[in-house]
Each structure stands twice: as C-alpha cells, then as structure tokens.
C-alpha cells in the first residue's frame, strides 16, 4: 500500500530524528515527492528521485569531497553504499567518459541536497541524470543533507533509497527491506567487483591537451591484485615505468608468482576485510615470505595488517572525503589525503616486526603500516588522488624504489 504524501510534509522541530521524520529542503516542500531514502530505524527523507527507477538497499554513509562525483560514484570500494553528498553543488560539471574508475556500478545511489543544474565544463559530454539513468544508478535531491550527515555520524545506518516518477511508494516493503540489510560488517563485496580474469595495463596520468598517456618502455613488471581496484591506482604504477598485470583477487600465490613480479600490489576494495581476507590472507601471507616488495592501499592495507596477524574493527563513521590530513610519521611531514573507509586496523596489534607509519590528525587511527624486515608497506587512504589532491603520489615512487633495490 503506498503511503507518500500529496505534498511534502514540513521539516520536522529541530533536535533529534524521530522516528519517520521527513527531512527535505524548503525548496521540495508543497511539491509531490518522486524519491525517498527510507532508513533501518524507520526514518523517511523525501525528495526528487534522479537517474534510473526502482529502489536499491545499502549502507547509509557522507563524502565531503567538493569535486569528483563521478570518480567516487564509480569507485568499486563503495559497493553496498548510498552516498550522501555534503557539498551542495553536485553535477554542475556533468560527465565525461574520462572521469571513471570502474566500468560496472560500484555505489547503489546518492543523496543531494540541490537539484543538478545544466552542466558547465567544457569536458562535459552529458548531463548527470542522463548518466545515472544508462548506469541504472538512482539518487534523491532536496534532502536536508546536514540533518542527515548529523544522523549518519551517530552511527552510519542502513537504508532504502527509490524513485518512482509517479510518487507511489510501499513505504512498510522499504522500511522492511532496509532493516532486512544486513550491513557491510561480515560482508564480502570484493568478489562482486573484482576482475573475471587477468589482463595487462599500460594507460599512465592525465595531462591537460594530451589525456591519457601511455607506457611503452616499462622497466619493472608489478602484479596489481583486484580487490575492486580503481583506474587511476593502475594509471599511478604504469606512470612510475612499471608493465602492470592485474589479476583477480582471489588469484592463488602460486598462479601470481608464475608471472614473475619484481612487486606486487593490494589494491582497494568494498566490505569487511576479515571477510575478504578468508581467501586473500593466506595468498598475502605467501607473498610476503617470498621477500618480494608488496604495496597495499586500503582494503589491501588491512587485509595486509592481517595477514601479519594484526586486527580490523569497524568504524562508527568511516572517513570518506579529499581533505584528511595524515601524518608521515617516517618523514613528519602532514599530507593532505583523499579516503574512502568504514574498516580500520588497530595499531597496537601489529607484530613486533612491523609499525604504523601513518597516523589521521582527524581522530588519530591508523593510516599506515610497514614491515621492519621486509620491503613490505601500505597505507589507508588513496595516494592516487582521483579525486583528491596528490600529496602522497610520492608512495608510488617509494615502493618502485624498494622494487629496484631488490630487482
């Protein structure tokens, strides 16, 4: 039975959410909703439906990233989430065929406070909506998106989000399948976004008037292991003089080791990493006693910490933006960061032959590991900016460095 409302309903007192609040803007209110997020606790936000119909259940997290959105809409770590865009201006510059990180889906929908305005860039090859809609990608605008990051940083909640043009909506089917969500802890999503099979990758950076360049004369050959690993990840290895295989992630030791790699790689990746980690622990723990150099960013810098027998715990927020500040602690230099995680290792049980490298100036968790006695690092948030800024590409030179002192 649909239960939405003829007009909006009125922004709820300010306080707490009670339960079914309905969090719009003063822009939607009076008009018919099209969209609605509908959350685990029964809380109902009402808006503009945008891009593909139906509806799609998922983790409820923010991004406070002012540029990118088609970057992290296509980032495979964010399988399984709903994304609730902090800055207000998302679209404006419309999409391109460039600005992608994955082919397939990765987030299940996202959350905007304005409506998307006609693009304004002179790379612009169609509009957002359009693009959702072919990516059969739904969103919501004229949401309250600052009630609602305030809700998510209590606690990062599941929930439904739909679009139906003509408002109709089972709102006790939604909230029934929100609570039904099991939730990311215990999950693991890798395995629906890693590769089928391997393949090579030469594509390097962009640069403006020329696009993506290409390696044709690489010196060291890096195996990149696909957990959900992002473009410019590979683009990054392939800038640094390196030929790229990327393989899938639950590829065995020994099938990675025939490929002779002067190094490999751990890329990113969605879910748990205990999750994940079940097949791909033994696989790191195996290439780490070979003595060859390995590298992890994000799901593969936990998965990392523990195969060194270190552990992960869930996070109440995550940490998903351009503007974390991080600190080197091998250098003292601070970085400005690009990150997107829900899962975070727990420095004091790393072994005694490995110590945290990084440390988040935000809340002081752990941003990075490496082994006292292997050519063995990693970090957690994203050095290959996309998007972001590029402070820490410099960790890409870093680990072809440790490749050519142990070629």
């Known amino acids: 039975m649909s239960t939405t409302p003829d007009t909006m309903p009125p922004q709820p007192e300010r306080g707490g959410i009670p339960d079914d609040a309905r969090l719009t ?136 989000i739909a679009h139906a043009p003509d408002g109709k909506f089972d709102l006790d089917a939604l909230k029934a399948k929100a609570k039904g969500f099991p939730g990311l802890e215990g999950l693991d999503l890798a395995k629906d976004v890693f590769c089928r099979q391997s393949y090579e990758w030469d594509e390097t950076l962009w640069s403006l008037g020329k696009g993506y360049g290409r390696q044709v004369a690489p010196q060291f050959h890096i195996v990149a292991i696909d957990y959900g690993v992002k473009r410019n990840i590979l683009r990054c290895l392939a800038a640094t003089g390196a030929r790229v295989t990327v393989v899938p992630g639950d590829t065995s030791a020994e099938a990675i080791l025939k490929l002779a790699p002067d190094g490999v790689f751990l890329s990113n990746g969605p879910g748990d990493p205990a999750a994940t980690g079940e097949y791909a622990v033994p696989v790191i723990r195996k290439l780490i006693d070979t003595g060859k150099p390995v590298f992890g960013i994000c799901l593969g810098h936990q998965m990392l910490a523990l195969a060194l027998g270190a552990k992960t715990t869930k996070m109440k927020q995550g940490h998903r933006g351009a503007n974390h500040p991080v600190k080197d602690l091998t250098t003292g230099k601070v970085e400005i960061t690009s990150q997107n995680h829900g899962f975070v290792v727990l420095p004091e049980t790393l072994p005694n032959n490995a110590e945290q490298t990084h440390v988040s100036l935000f809340d002081g968790t752990n941003e990075g590991l490496r082994m006292l006695d292997r050519p063995v690092f990693s970090v957690q948030y994203h050095p290959e900016a996309s998007p972001g800024p590029e402070d820490s590409h410099y960790l890409f030179d870093r680990f072809i460095d440790l490749v050519k002192s142990h070629a």
């Not at 299940?108 to 959702?132: C, F, K, M, Q, Y």
């Open 25 to 160: 803007t003063d822009q939607v209110a009076g008009a018919k909703p099209t969209g609605v997020l509908v959350l685990a606790d029964g809380s109902v936000l009402w808006g503009r439906g945008l891009g593909a119909t139906g509806d799609a259940v998922g983790e409820v997290c923010f991004n406070t990233s002012m540029t990118g959105y088609q970057e992290i809409l296509t980032d495979p770590s964010y399988a399984g989430q709903i994304i609730t865009f902090t800055f207000p201006h998302i679209g404006n510059v419309g999409t391109n065929f460039e600005d992608i990180e994955s082919v397939g889906n990765a987030a299940r929908g996202l959350v905007l406070r304005a409506d998307i305005t006609e693009p304004s860039n002179w790379r612009a090859a169609s509009h957002l909506d359009g693009w959702l809609l072919r990516r059969g990608l739904m969103g919501l605008a004229g949401v309250d998106t600052r009630r609602l990051t305030r809700l998510i940083r209590a606690g990062v909640p599941n929930g439904v």
